[in-house]
């Protein structure tokens, strides 16, 4: 049963602009009733409340990932982990696949997740050769930290049936050798035929994975999530969110994003849009990919990456198609927020806005653009014009700073992620990680906001960096608005949703260039300590 909860004796920053600062935070029934000095909020609690002594910590509203996948970040932390942090080389790389598959025995799948080949000393992706040294018998794939690309062994191209007669699929690339054979890389859509072999997993898994996931969000503070789907099994997982949230374990608040070729029409003929559910549960955006990623050169660009003079990325639908699905689903009530990194790709959707909008005007237009990555300035005051939300992957630079640079050049990345342009023009733009493609933890793309450096200290356009409140206020109240449930969350006052975020430390306190370190003492949701870190 929800009780009473006063927070005091630190910093509680409320994102409430007309009281920022408070000493005290009073919950009751899993709503804020009070915030402001410490008589003042014991006085609205009455007798008989819980109590969590700051003891000099900071507080904050529970913070919200804008956008990320819950159950890809479950299914991933059984995968073998192989980003930066772990790996420098393939030969890192094959030396973990090597030992997973004596774990597993003779039988499975081995795949992993998280490479980045400009961040490898080698300098390329691990190929089919590669794998094969270290499992000829064991199907093996393993994704780039993007999504957009994998590579497999040969026994995952037998299986998935591609050889050096099968064409490209649409949308999608295969890598081929100067003998025309497969290389084991695969982009895009060609990916698919992969997917399509690896053995599925049971409803239960998914529900499982579901609860991995966000448990490990909530681990780090975070209270909200936008969930971005989960592949070609988002109705299954949509049945997953639904019984977490009927036995009441669902771990985090979620705003579903609807895949549109999935879900859009049976959803509109049953009268379901956006805003459908509670503050637990509900659905958010329509959602389609119009790119791909910059990591795999696949997405959309006005003109062609570095040193690719014919390479402009892929659309993964015509783009006139794309634009009507857009307009229909917009028509039909549901917000917009579609994945687009490519200038082109924005291009496109800022076009489509704009005509869904003269069409079919409704109040509070607030589409979004998830992860919004290469802008101009003309772009930007598009963006401004229209009113439409950023959804910025704040800690992309910090992992890919160096593949940005070598795939389109410095001038490119002038406007990427640029979260002081936006707040400059009243921009609101919300902070996430797009886990597992990054890592979950915010607190690196908190100190991205702040710092502009990346994993290895250099820096880019460090004239975007933002004050820690402001890249706060990105991670929680901002996250909030892009879901249009401002009303409910995002800040700590009266009436408010009772979700509080409690650090380890004051973080005014701590060197920027550390904040990543930073980790989560307490998280609260609806009053309730749902997570206590071990001491």
């Known amino acids: 049963m929800l009780g009473s909860l006063l927070i005091h ?15 005290a935070v009073g919950i009751v029934n899993g709503r804020v009733i009070s915030a402001g000095s410490l008589a003042d909020v014991q006085r609205s609690l009455g007798t008989g409340y819980d109590e969590i002594d700051l003891q000099g910590r900071m507080a904050t509203p529970g913070l919200n990932d804008a956008h990320a996948h819950i159950i890809g970040t479950g299914v991933a932390a059984a995968e073998i982990e192989i980003n930066a942090d772990r790996v420098d080389s393939i030969a890192d790389i094959l030396a973990l696949v090597k030992q997973r598959g004596e774990q597993i025995g003779r039988d499975g799948w081995i795949i992993g997740q ?7 000393t080698d300098r390329r992706h691990p190929n089919r050769h590669d794998l094969d040294a270290v499992s000829p018998h064991h199907p093996v794939m393993l994704k780039r930290s993007c999504h957009h690309i994998m590579t497999v062994n040969s026994k995952a191209l037998e299986l998935a049936g591609i050889t050096a007669t099968t064409p490209n699929p649409d949308g999608g690339t295969i890598d081929r050798d100067e003998h025309g054979e497969p290389t084991g890389v695969l982009r895009e859509t060609a990916m698919t035929a992969v997917y399509n072999v690896v053995p599925e997993m049971t409803d239960d898994d998914i529900l499982d994975a579901l609860i991995v996931g966000g448990t490990i969000f909530r681990e780090h503070g975070v209270t909200s999530v936008g969930d971005a789907g989960f592949g070609a099994r988002n109705r299954e997982a949509m049945i997953a969110f639904q019984r977490a949230r009927a036995a ?16 859009l029409d049976e959803l509109i003929e049953l009268g379901i849009h956006t805003g459908f559910g509670d503050d637990w549960l509900r659905i958010g955006n329509a959602k389609l990919y119009t790119d791909g990623s910059i990591g795999g050169r696949t997405a959309r660009m006005l003109a062609p990456f570095q040193g690719e003079t014919d390479n402009v990325g892929l659309w993964m639908e015509e783009p006139d198609v794309m634009k009507a699905k857009i307009i229909k689903a917009h028509k039909a009530g549901f917000q917009q927020g579609h994945h687009a990194i490519g200038d082109a790709a924005i291009t496109l959707l800022l076009d489509a ?4 909008q003269r069409e079919h005007p409704v109040e509070n237009f607030r589409p979004r ?29 910090y992992d890919m700073r160096p593949v940005y640079l070598a795939n389109l050049g410095e001038e490119r990345v002038r406007y990427a992620y640029a979260m002081k342009t936006f707040r400059d023009r009243g921009i609101i733009a919300a902070a996430s990680t797009d886990s597992p493609v990054s890592l979950v933890n915010p607190m690196i793309g908190i100190q991205m906001m702040m710092t502009r450096k990346d994993r290895n200290g250099d820096g880019i356009f460090e004239e975007e960096s933002i004050p820690l409140e402001d890249a706060l206020r990105a991670y929680t109240w901002n996250g909030a608005f892009a879901s249009h449930a401002e009303h409910e969350k995002g800040s700590l006052e009266r009436g408010k949703l009772g979700d509080v975020t409690i650090f380890e430390t004051d973080l005014r306190d701590v060197d920027p260039l550390s904040i990543r370190d930073v980790r989560c003492d307490f998280t609260i949701a609806d009053g309730n300590v749902v997570y206590e870190r071990a001491i």
């Open 9 to 23: 004796g630190g910093p509680i920053f409320t994102m409430n602009a007309a009281q920022p600062l408070v000493d």
């Open 353 to 356: 806005y704009e005509q869904a």
């Open 114 to 120: 998280g490479y980045d080949q400009e961040l490898l």
């Open 369 to 397: 653009i998830e992860h919004c990555s290469l802008l101009s300035e003309e772009m930007v005051n598009r963006i401004q014009a229209i009113g439409a939300v950023p959804i910025p992957g704040t800690t992309f630079l």
């Open 248 to 263: 009441g374990t669902l771990p985090v608040r979620t705003n579903m994003m609807m895949l549109i070729d999935d879900t």
